[in-house]
């Protein structure tokens, strides 16, 4: 039940896009088409699940004072947290394209972009952060529901974006500036969320 | 002997005509106006939406984030006669990531405050794209003193940028200037200091620009528009991986 609480809070009250303004550069960018948003989404939840799995183990292991050097090595958490996520996107699309190519094909474009995308960074700090998340379960739950939260929102997005492309919209507004709009839309709409009353 | 000379001489003026080095004071000029990163790039926009609620913490957002810039601009111009290719990303990353610790350390101990009101958007700095894409962009490519003029002028330039809208959704949001509150109570709209309210206002910025025709990502092809999949520092990528 405790799990249930913290994926929903995570995808959908405050959902990481919407109003933490995590990895908007995607969110922006990769919301051409169902498809492409599917595909970005997908690889988000893959990557930050298998990060978060492997920051969490390298921060209970070397840089808390607890750790095999008996030294507190937590402010080396930044530029750490960073090289093993950006090794780790190389080597899972080395690892994809050896031994599941059906995956690293419909994933394979994705995986570089995200070692720029803020969320899965984000998602890592917070979790060393925080000590809500101190337990292994609670910390993957709460990187299934941001990552989760992240692929809702690119694909409703997306499918938005696909609806309103023939649309008379004003001069001024075309392009950039009415994804913007919708994004506003989408996320007064997930504000409503806020008021949800779980556990 | 003389004709050695002229020759030196004539080859150093070609140089000189051909390349047209900028000077430091275009450098910082072109980061505040010509490609401010905020408003005409269009870069670095997680930071933009997420810390304007009020110009105080977009102030300590700007300004911390130039400081990294000019730091990392400086120290890997230095080194970049001696970074291997191939593996200059990482390196860059590690730069500005040790920037970005001691940028923290100082926040934390100086300005607890703004610690609290940024929080994990510190060290979030490491993600930014105008420093990765300006140590790609420029430090790699140029001497010492105009990648500090670049930083400065990148950095300031994205401190002014994220100050209007911030300034934008604190007057309507809660009514005030720098704290200081001057909209009554009843007149406020408390969305725009909400989420939503950052991509209304940066929505109806990027419009005014188009419809004044001013430079910005959205009404010129150049920049990073937001397009991950098309940007060039990816396409460089990915020619280097063909090539392998």
């Known amino acids: 039940m405790e799990l249930l609480v913290t994926i929903i809070s995570a995808s959908l009250i405050s959902n990481v896009v919407l109003s933490r303004f995590l990895g908007i550069c995607p969110f922006l960018g990769v919301s051409n088409s169902v498809s492409t948003a599917k595909g970005m989404g997908v690889a988000v939840i893959f990557v930050i699940l298998i990060s978060t799995a492997v920051t969490f183990g390298i921060n209970n292991m070397f840089l808390e004072a607890s750790g095999i050097f008996g030294l507190d090595l937590t402010y080396l958490q930044t530029i750490v947290f960073i090289l093993v996520i950006a090794g780790l996107v190389q080597f899972l699309e080395m690892f994809l394209k050896k031994c599941i190519p059906s995956l690293y094909k419909s994933l394979g474009i994705y995986l570089p972009l995200i070692t720029t995308n803020c969320a899965v960074l984000g998602v890592a700090l917070t979790v060393s952060q925080d000590s809500t998340f101190s337990k292994f379960v609670t910390a993957m739950a709460y990187a299934f529901g941001t990552s989760a939260g992240f692929c809702i929102a690119i694909i409703l997005l997306a499918s938005i974006r696909e609806k309103i492309e023939n649309n008379d919209i004003p001069e001024s507004f075309k392009g950039k500036p009415i994804v913007l709009v919708v994004a506003c839309l989408m996320a007064i709409a997930f504000t409503g969320f806020s008021n949800l009353n779980i556990g | ?244």
């Open chain 2, 1 to 244: 002997m003389e004709d050695n000379k002229d020759k030196k001489s004539r080859k150093k003026t070609t140089i000189e005509t051909k390349e047209k080095k900028p000077s430091f004071w275009s450098c910082i000029l072109n980061g505040i106006i010509n490609e401010n990163p905020t408003l005409v790039l269009m870069i670095g926009m997680c930071p933009t939406l997420a810390v304007t609620t009020s110009v105080s913490n977009a102030i300590g957002m700007g300004l911390s984030t130039t400081v990294v810039l000019i730091s990392s601009n400086a120290i890997i111009s230095l080194i970049r006669n001696i970074t291997p290719d191939r593996v200059r990303i990482p390196i860059y990353i590690v730069i500005v990531a040790s920037f970005v610790t001691l940028v923290e350390f100082v926040i934390k101990a100086y300005f607890p405050v703004l610690n609290e009101a940024l929080g994990i958007y510190i060290p979030l700095i490491v993600v930014n794209c105008i420093i990765l894409g300006r140590a790609e962009a420029f430090a790699g490519k140029n001497n010492v003193i105009l990648s500090i003029g670049d930083g400065i002028g990148m950095g300031l330039g994205f401190t002014f940028g994220i100050m209007i809208i911030s300034a934008i959704r604190e007057f309507i949001g809660s009514g005030a200037i720098l704290g200081h509150s001057i909209v009554k109570e009843d007149f406020r709209a408390a969305l725009f200091v909400l989420p939503p309210g950052a991509f209304l206002v940066l929505s109806f910025l990027t419009a005014i620009q188009n419809k004044l025709k001013l430079p910005s990502a959205s009404n010129k092809k150049e920049g990073c528009n937001g397009d991950c999949l098309n940007c060039d520092i990816h396409k460089n990528d990915k020619v280097i991986k063909e090539e392998e």
